[in-house]
């Protein structure tokens, strides 16, 4: 309620145009219709109706934003409603004194019986005078104050009201869709970080290995580490990330590979152009190249080859990983074996729901992952703004 009150508060001059919009509507429409409804019986003229109903309708127009701020300063709620229905009585006594007294300055706001016409209430054009006539003051009361708190004051009440569940339930949804979009966030960095560790310790496993065999190659493997782990500094806090930098990450993953594997590990890449800015979520194809290394080409003796297409198709973007290592048992060949496998699924269905998929196959021989995402392509000004990155940081 505080947030409506200052949205009001911010925005009073919107409030007092609407106020007067609408009750000039008001006003014009309930001229033409008694215009028309009484010019057959009575001799009465279109700009004394248009006087008459200006003088009573068009009063309500300064009132009616005091009466808004009341509304939504005093709201009627379940623990208060019979309290807060005296107090906006007595706004309504107030509202309809404050009514009659703009209609006194009008120039037809008073019926006067002894010329029998309607004129100022506070100014006697025939003797040219002021008058403060305490018996009209009393008059036009009696007869105002239903038609004044009942078909005013209630309606003004009744939309200030409505207005403000309608901004609460806004603010409500608003905070719901911010706390259910950090709430993915966070889901996607939590994600994200068991896979960072996951390859570095993969990473690291392979160093090890090497230390006691060939010194040169496990410096030259920590080296390459390195850039490996600048360029995975630098994407810390992204998520979305396009085809050709995933393409460079993965790269020199796989010249630590190579030299852990030497001769025995072969990669061929085939990239189609147009999917070189495609939108893709980072980290997604290092998983994929690890298991790969993991469960294909280390279990060769002869080593392999690792092959990573991407293509576009029927607004898809689709991205494979294949190796010509040993099939998988069947009860394996899930997208759920391993954690890297897993953490990727999730993540796909975090960021594209059922708008994706990852299947895991036997290609005869070796082992095939295919991935299909949306096919989004990165903007060029913001293609360009990595690219300089990427050259100042090298």
Known sequence: MILSQASVTGGSGLIWLVSFAVWTFVSIAATATVY????????????LVAGMEFSHLLTYAPLTPFVFMLALRFPFQRGNWARWCLLHLGFALIFTFAHILLKCVTPNGYWDPTYSEWTFAIWNSHTHAFRWPWFAFRSMFLSGVVDDAVSAYVPI??????????????????????????LAKARLQTLKSQLQPHFLFNTMHSISALMLTDVNAADRMMTRLSDLLRMSLENAGTQITILSREIEFVNCYLEIEKIRFEDRLKVCLDIAPETLDAQIPHLLLQPLVDNAVKHGISKLSSGGEIRITAS???????????????????QYATPASGLGLRVTRERLESLYGG??????????????VSVCIPLRLQPAEQAEDQTLILETTG
């Open 36 to 47: 028309e409804l009484y010019r057959p019986k009575r001799d009465l003229g279109l700009g």
């Open 157 to 182: 009440v009744l939309v200030a009201h409505l207005l403000s569940y309608y901004r609460r339930f806004r603010a409500g949804e608003l905070r719901a869709s911010l706390l259910e979009a950090q």
């Open 355 to 368: 708008n994706q998929s990852l299947q895991v196959r036997n290609s005869s021989p070796g082992v095939t």
């Open 312 to 330: 576009a198709r029927d607004g898809k973007l689709h991205i494979e990983v294949s190796d010509n290592g040993p099939e998988l048992r069947e």
